[in-house]
């Protein structure tokens, strides 16, 4: 027998941590899905895709401004000494990934603000019309505006990645420690990421492009979940029993059901089949795309806490 | 410089928690919530049971994982003894060091940040022992430097059997249970 008890019962601690709730999964969520979004988006400007009427990055630099404000709003939401948030901002720890995201959600919304600018609304304009001169000046340098497509593709990288190394970082949480976690976020940000521009694409290369790109990501995902078990399932017990929270323990049938069969296979076999033009392309696939993407954050952030060294 | 550390002997300690009770009343410890506990370890097969009781809290680790997460500065080791503490009005109650932490010694105290074991820093900048090991009725409990070979605790380790808890998270705990 082996048997241990405690007169410890602190708040959110025990008997398992509980410190994280429903804010950290939805802002892991909706950050990488606006690194994907400003991953694609640098794609096309560093195409010159601007200058299409129709082109996704003319609207959804919007979608990722209101997207990652939410996510911010939800991390302060999470914050237990909301007045002192600003203390984020006085110093740089380079140990801390938490720091680091901090100042690169700082550098972000500058990125994202500037490539509003190439292409402004036209409510923008009329009502600010400094706008249209600066708008001008970038668009008669095309070199700037490639620039700015590769500054969006760096920043949504590491955006997407850092979501990932947070949790990987915290060697308590076996089943977070594991440093394949920054690629399975990234992957999976970016696979949701696509498959929304490809829902609301307005023309139809954008809409068969993402559609192939998320299928290509969806598969790769499947590879890095695949890793990452793998990966747990040959390192020490704490690690493997991580790994049987998600594979048999309680957090299994909502991660296999709703990350691995709505998330990633059922979606990737209708898209499959869309760009193969068996079948027309449908919001479902990435409806279910998106969803999945959401419950992943949410499995991996609840069975982390779970997971612990005995 | 010092390097504070605790010995407890697994062998006086009799888990009447004691050193919870002047814990709690030295530091205003809200209700609900320890900053140190009795844990009680039995393993073995009957009639060969073994019991382990320990006085546990932070372990003030010298590579502690709570000190690299923070992304304030808020948790840090203390100039003196290399205490680990939280600078309040540093801490944004982000719960990264609670994460981090193997031992989960650290809460979030009802005023929003996160609290823990001192080692009664008040009361040893004063030089006087921890509130804790002040008033245990078997004097299980040790607190001193680790880098002086003369003090008591650093004798206690030379010559007595002792573990610390999950060594293998590679944290570098400074509490130690004498066996």
């Not at chain 1, 299994?252 to 898209?271: D, E, K, M, N």
């Amino acid at each position: 027998m082996h048997e241990i008890t405690t007169t410890r019962n602190n708040h959110l601690i025990d008997p398992s941590l509980e410190i994280w709730g429903w804010e950290i999964p939805v802002y892991l969520f909706l950050g990488g899905m606006v690194a994907g979004m400003m991953i694609i988006t640098g794609y096309f400007l560093f195409k010159q895709r601007q200058t299409e009427e129709t082109c996704s990055c003319r609207y959804v630099p919007w979608v990722s401004l209101v997207l990652l404000s939410l996510g911010m709003f939800a991390l302060f939401l999470d914050l237990e000494h909301k007045l002192f948030t600003w203390r984020l901002y006085t110093t740089f720890q380079v140990t801390s990934p938490m720091s680091w995201g901090a100042w690169i959600l700082i550098i972000v919304y500058p990125a994202i603000l500037v490539t509003i600018l190439i292409t402004p609304p036209k409510w923008l304009v009329e009502k600010f019309p400094v706008v249209k001169k600066y708008s001008e000046w970038l668009n008669e340098r095309k070199i700037w505006i490639k620039n700015i497509g590769v500054a969006n593709m760096i920043l949504g990288a590491m955006l997407g990645m850092y979501t990932g190394i947070l949790l990987s970082s915290l060697g308590a949480r076996p089943l977070w420690n594991t440093s394949i976690l920054w690629l399975l976020f990234l992957v999976s940000g970016l696979s949701g990421a696509a498959a929304f521009v490809h829902m609301v694409a307005k023309n139809v290369y954008e809409r068969e492009l993402l559609a192939k790109a998320d299928n290509g990501f969806l598969t790769f995902e499947l590879f890095v979940i695949a890793l990452m078990i793998i990966g747990l399932l040959t390192s020490t017990q704490v690690h493997q029993e991580a790994a049987m929270l998600i594979l048999t323990g309680p957090y299994a049938a909502t991660f296999w059901v709703f990350v691995v069969g709505i998330g990633i296979i059922i979606p990737l076999i209708i898209q499959l089949m869309a760009v193969n033009h068996k079948v027309n392309h449908t919001p479902w696939a990435p409806i279910m795309v998106i969803v999945g993407g959401l419950i992943l954050r949410f499995v991996i952030v609840e069975a982390g806490q779970v997971s612990s060294w005995f | 410089m010092a390097r504070y550390g605790m010995a407890i002997d697994t062998k006086l300690c009799v888990g009447c928690m004691d050193c919870v009770v002047a814990c709690k009343t030295e530091n205003n410890v809200p209700e609900g919530y320890n900053r140190d506990w009795i844990t009680e370890e039995a393993f073995g097969k009957f009639p060969n049971i073994n019991l382990e009781i320990r006085s546990e809290r932070c372990n003030h680790c010298e590579n502690a994982p709570c000190v690299s997460s923070c992304p304030t500065g808020a948790s840090h080791y203390h100039d003196i003894g290399g205490v680990v503490l939280v600078e309040y009005n540093e801490c944004i109650g982000c719960k990264a060091c609670i994460a981090s932490c193997p031992y989960d010694a650290r809460f979030i105290h009802p005023d929003g940040y996160a609290d823990k074991c001192t080692f009664c820093i008040h009361r040893v900048e004063e030089g006087k022992d921890p509130a804790c090991v002040s008033v245990c009725p078997t004097n299980c409990m040790i607190f001193g430097d680790l880098d002086d070979p003369n003090s008591e605790i650093s004798k206690q380790l030379n010559s007595r059997k002792h573990h610390s808890l999950k060594p293998v998270a590679g944290t570098n705990p400074k509490i130690f249970y004498l066996t």
